[in-house]
T-cell receptor, first 109, second 114 residues
Framework: GQNIDQPTEMTATEGAIVQINCTYQTSGFNGLFWYQQHAGEAPTFLSYNVLDGLEEKGRFSSFLSRSKGYSYLLLKELQMKDSASYLCAVLDSNYQLIWGAGTKLIIKP | DVKVTQSSRYLVKRTGEKVFLECVQDMDHENMFWYRQDPGLGLRLIYFSYDVKMKEKGDIPEGYSVSREKKERFSLILESASTNQTSMYLC?????????????FGPGTRLTVL
């Protein structure tokens, strides 16, 4: 079967750095997405990785290793507004999105 | 600015009622999706559509149907609502047929079936 694993919940301190991991086992791979979802709101796009390596966008970076079936989202200089759920999703061989359950990130002052 | 709207943010219905959830996008996207989101589970695809009058079953289509009469509008129908259909329903659209583009989501409809 197809599976996406992420930690259920993480806690970090304002101003710190946090890494949210995502491992996947899917039938084929055509890219990995990260989305942010604030409570009660719609998910919004953060990043899309299809090649190995690190992509940086301001305070957020996303890393992919296809051989290990692994990705992480790195958030630097955490702000209270970063408190949200972070969803990992993989595009499989049929170009269908397989979603993880999401990681709830709690930021403490 | 891109926009996906859904007809209701909150809805309360009774068991056995027919329920219509509507989604409209203003980006001229070909592809539209209906998901449900439940605590502890990932987004689960109910139905999707790649063109007007075209529909494809997702992972959990049982108990649901859809309608896409116009490109911008994609409706989800619960023929006879049941309590296990209490959930958050999210509509999304994307520009590319292969889903490599961003999915734009509506604000969601939280449906409670009593």
């Amino acid at each position: 079967g197809q599976n996406i694993d992420q930690p259920t919940e993480m806690t970090a301190t304002e101003g710190a750095i946090v890494q949210i991991n995502c491992t996947y086992q899917t039938s084929g791979f055509n890219g990995l997405f990260w989305y942010q979802q604030h409570a009660g709101e719609a998910p919004t796009f953060l990043s899309y990785n299809v090649l190995d390596g690190l992509e940086e966008k301001g305070r957020f970076s996303s890393f992919l290793s296809r051989s290990k079936g692994y990705s992480y989202l790195l958030l630097k200089e955490l702000q209270m507004k970063d408190s949200a759920s972070y969803l990992c999703a993989v595009l499989d061989s049929n170009y269908q999105l397989i979603w993880g359950a999401g990681t709830k990130l709690i930021i403490k002052p | 600015d891109v926009k996906v709207t859904q007809s209701s943010r909150y809805l309360v219905k009774r068991t056995g009622e027919k329920v219509f959830l509507e989604c409209v996008q203003d980006m001229d996207h070909e592809n539209m999706f209906w998901y449900r989101q439940d605590p502890g589970l990932g987004l689960r695809l109910i139905y999707f559509s790649y063109d007007v009058k075209m529909k494809e079953k997702g992972d959990i289509p049982e108990g649901y149907s859809v309608s896409r009469e116009k490109k911008e509008r994609f409706s989800l129908i619960l023929e006879s609502a049941s309590t296990n259909q209490t959930s958050m329903y999210l509509c999304a659209s994307t520009a590319t047929a292969d889903n490599t583009d961003t999915q734009y989501f509506g604000p969601g409809t939280r449906l409670t079936v009593l």
